[in-house]
């Protein structure tokens, strides 16, 4: 089939191949998104298809993403495909959540269950063997965590050499480890990620080196599986709202692509709305939803947030973000470091575990309920990010009352679970117990 790359620029629109090697429109430099002209899609028998593989032993049935490749067909062919098994994450329900959120009942998207514990796979297997069909030898990323622990497996795993680029002294050991393990070449930049993506961008395109931050459009293609395959869980019945972290804001892109596909196809009834939320100390995409004329987002200079993942004052999605928000009649809310380590807590409670970034998701529903903007018998889906092993520091800090903000104000432990030393004595222990 003909598939394209095209502006997102309405007073744009030019269309360039999908095998050339870029991220901006040449022409006026907006962002770009694959395009499938002509490509249409008949709803039952795909879901069908797509139930079907669920129970298949081939290896692209088995990924969580390539087995809804009906919904993503940039590639010619899947030769180029490496695949961990990524995707396959489990939709959790969470009474106690619901409650704390103000809700009667609410469902985790978990994409912590990934394989290198991120949502950041499902974009990265797309966005590698975008890779492999161009002939690149070296992919590169900027990342404050999982990114680089997502691109440094798929492109190790597909013989690719991997060269990550992080802010120094910015990143959870947690989420390092991993770049460490999977062989990447690791850099550690005295900036922030906004000055180091584009000191990187610069390089990519001098030495031949080919991008995969979220900029890169067959990431965004990945990522869309991540609502179809909730879809799919929930027999077509979509939500009411569906709450997501704000950092690059290359997930509220491809969530709202995926909607608008599937809206348009039949494969759903109505349009979710989406609730964005972010960190204060990182919240450009807020105050320019939150502005009288949604002309620019400003950048915020020195982000400053623990939840690394969406530490993100320059987010380069925020076009195709802004847009999808607005097209859902969604909203955007940010959320304080206390309310933020307070839900994660509190999802905690509830045996599911995630990274700091992930929890703004039931800190902003609790902010959104209580100012009545999401009613407490909607229908809620909020995904979880990351797994709770990318940040295991800041869990045991929060739990012991050493947990300082950025700007060192020390973190109330609400819900703190503080262990507790024993003595080798028997009756003693008993008498705590």
């Given at each position: 089939m003909s598939s394209k790359l095209i502006c997102f620029e309405p007073t744009c629109r030019a269309q360039f191949a999908v095998t050339e090697v870029l991220y901006n429109c040449p022409k006026c430099g907006g962002l770009l998104e694959a395009h499938y002209p002509g490509w249409n899609l008949d709803p039952e028998p795909v879901k069908s298809v797509w139930r079907a593989r669920r129970i298949s032993n081939a290896p692209l049935d088995q990924s969580g993403v390539w087995r809804y490749r009906e919904i993503i067909p940039f590639l010619e062919n899947f030769d180029h495909?490496?695949?961990?098994?990524e995707g396959n994450t489990p939709q959790l329900a969470a009474p106690a959540a619901a409650q704390y959120g103000g809700l009667h009942r609410l469902t985790f998207k978990h994409q912590g269950f990934n394989p290198t514990g991120s949502f950041k796979d499902n974009g990265m297997t797309c966005g590698v063997a975008q890779a492999l069909r161009l002939?690149?030898?070296?992919?590169?990323?900027?990342?404050?965590?999982?990114?680089?622990?997502?691109m440094a497996a798929y492109a190790s795993a597909a013989g690719i050499e991997?060269?990550?680029?992080?802010?120094?002294?910015?990143?959870?050991?947690?989420?390092?480890?991993q770049a460490l393990e999977y062989g990447a070449r690791t850099f550690q930049v005295e900036a922030n990620f906004d000055q180091i993506l584009a000191l990187v961008r610069g390089l990519a395109e001098g030495l031949g080196i080919y991008l995969l931050n979220s900029i890169n459009p067959f990431r965004i293609e990945g990522q869309k599986t991540i609502i179809v395959e909730m879809l799919d869980q929930r027999d077509w019945n979509a939500p009411d709202w569906i709450v997501l972290p704000g950092g690059n804001l290359g997930n509220t892109s491809a969530?709202?692509?995926?909607?608008?596909?599937?809206k348009h196809w039949g494969f759903i009834q109505k349009m979710p709305r989406l609730a964005v939320i972010q960190a204060e100390g990182a919240a450009p995409f807020y105050e320019l939803f939150r502005a009288s004329e949604r002309r620019r987002l400003e950048p915020?200079?020195?982000?400053?947030?623990?939840?690394?993942?969406?530490?993100?004052?320059?987010?380069?999605?925020?076009?195709k973000a802004l847009r999808e928000v607005e097209e859902s009649n969604g909203v955007v809310e940010k959320v304080s470091e206390q309310e933020i380590a307070d839900a994660k807590a509190v999802i905690g409670k509830c045996g599911i575990g995630c990274e700091p970034a992930s929890a703004a998701t039931l800190a902003g529903m609790r902010k959104l309920t209580a100012e009545g903007v999401i009613e407490r018998d909607a229908d809620v889906v909020a995904v979880l990010t990351g797994n709770l092993l990318k940040d295991p520091d800041y869990i045991y800090r929060y739990h012991t009352g050493q947990l300082d903000a950025p700007d060192g104000t020390r973190i109330r432990s609400t819900f703190a679970n503080q262990p507790i030393v024993?003595?080798?004595d028997p009756e003693r222990i008993a008498s705590l117990l």
């Open positions: 495909v490496v695949s961990l098994r002939g690149m030898k070296r992919v590169a990323c900027v990342s404050t965590g999982n990114t680089s622990a997502s991997p060269l990550i680029f992080i802010p120094h002294g910015n990143i959870s050991y947690g989420k390092l480890a969530f709202g692509k995926a909607l608008r596909e599937l915020v200079g020195h982000p400053e947030t623990l939840a690394t993942a969406i530490k993100i004052g320059d987010p380069v999605s925020w076009p024993v003595p080798n």
